[in-house]
């Protein structure tokens, strides 16, 4: 059944799609969807000193953040390790924003890991971000 009301941001997740399962980063603690759309300016003499303009091509983005893990020690979700080896190899994958919810909102395409970082501070946990970049089209849909 899907969700009603206002959604508690814990249900929301960041998953890779393998095989048609849908595998979730480990030890998130945020995540973030971003889409733009280009705005062509169409702006003319006959546009009486308002500027015009026409919807572009657009793009999205994903990002999680979260808690780091040694990779042997995650089971079976997506470790940081397995992260900077997409990012590293050029892979795309299909990546997907939900609640995993039945009848809730689903965000899928295919992307690449663009930007991972690990942050080791003295004395308290590591974390990490990953950015992720979409390309070609996104998929809105239901679980």
Not at 48 to 62: L, R, S, W
């Amino acid at each position: 059944m899907a969700t009603t009301g206002i959604t508690n941001g814990t249900l929301i997740a960041i998953y890779k799609d393998i095989s048609g399962t849908l595998t979730k980063i480990a030890n998130a603690t945020s995540n973030d969807f971003t889409i733009t759309k280009d705005m062509i300016e169409t702006t003319n003499k006959d546009s009486a000193g308002a500027k015009e303009y026409i919807a572009g091509e657009y793009g999205y983005t994903m990002s999680v953040d979260g808690m780091f893990e040694e990779d042997g020690s995650v089971g079976a979700l997506i470790s940081w390790k397995e992260m900077i080896t997409d990012l590293l190899a050029g892979t795309s994958v299909t990546i997907v924003m939900t609640s995993n919810v039945s009848g809730d909102l689903k965000l899928s395409g295919s992307a690449l890991f663009n930007d991972l970082k690990l942050t080791a501070p003295q004395n308290a946990v590591s974390t990490f971000t990953a950015s992720i970049q979409g390309t070609g089209a996104l998929t809105v849909s239901t679980i």
